[in-house]
């Protein structure tokens, strides 16, 4: 079965006070891990998807990496508005559920001003 | 309208209540999907719709009853429901099964 586990729980962090968010995932074959990011009362926003080990991706602040067990979400000088809750989820090749995405609890980040 | 819609952004209906929860995507997407998200737990895959074929069902309750006419268009049926199905339920899709998804704002129900 597939598992996927994000720490902290909960992140808070000053303005401008880099940081990383960790994904750790036991999958079947993965064929993709997401992340994404969710404002209370919201649906999730799309950030990122890494297909392989080795792989990189940016967007403004934030940079997502993958190794074969984990993934980590580095925030940069992190600004207020960056404060959400921050999903990673994993897409395995196992069993029959293909396009079934298993989501991790989320981390919620909080950062001050 | 862009990206993914849900109406309505929120229901409350007692527990003899019919209601019907409806999702449209407008990205020309071939793949939709039902989750239910409850506080302090993980996003919950309930149903997944390809080409508007159901191709998964995850051991979900008879009362939630899915409905895909089109590829544009997901309905989720609810009749009969429990308190705890109280819950944020999110529309997703898809180009197709296993790529990127884009999940729409969600419904808010209240089941009292």
């Known amino acids: 079965e597939d598992q996927v586990t994000q720490s902290p729980e909960a992140l808070r962090l000053q303005e401008g006070e880099s940081s990383s968010l960790n994904c750790s995932y036991t999958?079947?074959?993965?064929?993709?891990l997401f992340w994404y990011r969710q404002d209370p009362g919201k649906g999730p926003e799309f950030l990122f998807t890494?297909?392989?080990a080795g792989e990189e991706k940016e967007k403004e602040r934030l940079k997502a990496t993958l190794t074969k067990k984990e993934s980590f979400l580095h925030i940069t000088a992190p600004k207020p508005e960056d404060s959400a809750t921050y999903l990673c989820?994993?897409?395995?090749?196992?069993?029959?559920?293909?396009?079934?995405?298993?989501f991790g609890q989320g981390t919620i980040l909080t950062v001050h001003p | 309208e862009t990206g993914v819609t849900q109406t309505p952004r929120h229901l409350v209906m007692g527990m003899t209540n019919k209601k019907s929860l409806k999702c449209e995507q407008h990205?020309?997407?071939?793949?939709m999907y039902w989750y239910k998200q409850s506080a302090k737990k993980p996003l919950e895959l309930m149903f997944v719709?390809?080409?508007?074929?159901?191709?998964e069902n995850n051991s979900v309750p008879s009362r939630f009853s899915p409905e895909c006419p089109n590829s544009s268009h997901l309905f989720l049926h609810l009749h009969t429901l429990q308190p705890e199905d109280s819950a944020l339920y999110l529309c997703?899709?898809?180009?197709?099964?296993?790529?990127?998804?884009?999940f729409g704002p969600g419904t808010r129900l209240t089941v009292l």
């Open positions: 997703a899709s898809s180009p197709l099964r296993g790529d990127t998804q884009y």
């Open positions: 999958v079947s074959g993965l064929r993709g």
């Open positions: 890494l297909y392989s």
């Open positions: 989820a994993v897409h395995s090749a196992g069993g029959t559920s293909y396009g079934k995405l298993t």
């Open positions: 990205l020309g997407h071939n793949a």
């Open positions: 719709y390809n080409f508007k074929e159901q191709t």
